[in-house]
């Protein structure tokens, strides 16, 4: 004997679910393109511009620590 009840409705929320997260997958695939994107972008200016690099990120740990101490 099957003991198992379906209410109505609940196969509709079944598949609102799947949907959702068939969108927030995507969604998260696309925000990880974009960033491994970014780092690429990011890597090659580096490796363009090194010494800026360096002197940009001194200048931003010397803000920071000067934030910190307050």
Excluded: H
């Amino acid at each position: 004997m099957n003991t198992q009840f379906t209410r109505p409705g609940a196969s509709a929320a079944s598949d609102l679910a799947n949907a959702a997260q068939d969108k927030i997958s995507e969604t998260v695939d696309q925000a990880q393109a974009l960033a491994q994107d970014q780092y690429d972008k990011l890597a090659a200016t580096i490796r363009r511009n090194p010494l800026q690099a360096a002197g940009i990120a001194a200048g931003i740990g010397f803000v920071l620590a000067l934030m910190a101490r307050r």
